[in-house]
């Protein structure tokens, strides 16, 4: 009990924390560009008088900031949601190729059917769920092993890939992209999009927190408690599918995010989901604003895309993780 207790106060407190560093880090992208301002005459030209230059930064850095902010909260949620119903400290969305089934048919809608564009998320979420129930299928023997699905999931990945390649060249003969715009160029539609799916898939994220603290348990036991074991792993992996499948349509892959930041809250405020969900929520967020911030501060007036910067710091961090397996999360 008193363990409980410690875990949810170091959330809370982390959330705080957190809250405040967004709020910091917030303020700083706001700044950052071509366009010189003080936050006096952004403050101003927001709630006082109309300022062209604020304008023009309202609509291009207020709508990175915020995609920013809720696609690192979705993917982070995403990968935590797949490890629980995995039950594979190393599941990721990226890496075991949910985000490559939704980025291959987001790029397969707005190729050959541009004008269902505000639809593209929709469709990117059947075809992550379809890339779900394929790994899933192909990874099944009986029981699932950790090793078998990662395997198989990079290889379903690099199919995925090479067809979105395949895809892409195709289509840009005839001279339409499939490209993804990252987070470079996103206007306020873009923020309506993703915040609808990501709304709903965090709502459900931290509803379902709950239970997935059942499923670390053995299947029998939590069967014996009365729980639909198959059931339960559904409806999370839809939500898990749901979170990352809005992200991919509007940004594209951002690989690692989903791995990194669900084994950081762990050893952070301990292994509770109910204090997980939320605080993955903040520093999914966070990690990614700061991904994009830094991105942009390297090389100027040149960008690095934070998915390059996520990938960088992702790939020693997975080798870690195989080289460590399990111990690095049980505390």
């Not at 541009?114 to 023997?141: Q, R, T």
């Not at 992209?177 to 931290?206: F, H």
């Not at 499948?245 to 951002?254: L, N, P, Q, R, Y």
């Not at 929520?281 to 090389?299: K, S």
């Amino acid at each position: 009990m008193k363990t409980i207790h410690k875990d949810a106060l170091k959330g809370v407190i982390g959330c705080v924390v957190l809250a405040v560093l967004i709020f910091i880090l917030a303020l700083i992208a706001m700044k950052l560009g071509s366009i010189s301002i003080t936050y006096r005459e952004l403050f101003e030209g927001l709630f006082v008088a109309y300022d062209k230059r604020v304008a023009t930064i309202y609509d291009l850095r207020f709508p990175r900031i915020i995609v920013a902010l809720l696609g690192g909260a979705s993917l982070s949620c995403s990968g935590l949601l797949f490890q629980a119903v995995l039950k594979n400290p190393l599941a990721d969305p990226g890496i075991i190729g949910i985000s490559g089934g939704a980025s291959l048919v987001s790029a397969l809608v707005a190729g050959l059917f541009p004008m269902l564009y505000f639809s593209i998320p929709l469709f990117a979420f059947l075809g992550g769920l379809a890339a779900f129930a394929l790994i899933y299928s192909l990874s099944w023997k009986g029981s699932l092993d950790p090793v078998r699905i990662i395997l198989i999931g990079i290889a379903v990945a690099s199919v995925f890939t090479g067809l979105e390649e395949v895809l892409s060249g195709m289509t840009n003969r005839t001279g339409v992209s499939v490209s993804v715009s990252g987070l470079s160029q996103l206007v306020w539609s873009d923020v309506k999009i993703i915040a609808v799916y990501s709304v709903i898939g965090l709502a459900a994220a931290v509803i379902l927190s709950p239970v997935c603290n059942l499923l670390s348990l053995d299947d029998k036991t939590v069967r014996g408690l009365g729980v639909n074991v198959d059931a339960v792993r559904f409806v999370i992996s839809v939500a898990a599918v749901l979170l990352v499948s809005g992200v991919t349509a509007v940004v594209g892959v951002i690989g690692f995010l989903a791995l990194i930041v669900p084994h950081m809250a762990r050893r952070l405020v301990g292994s509770d989901h109910r204090i997980l969900v939320p605080f993955c929520i903040l520093l999914g967020g966070f990690v990614l604003l700061l991904a994009d911030t830094v991105g942009r501060c390297i090389v100027p007036p040149n960008e690095i895309s934070a998915s390059v910067i996520m990938s960088i710091v992702g790939g020693p961090f997975f080798i870690i993780l195989l080289k460590r397996g399990d111990r690095y999360v049980k505390r």
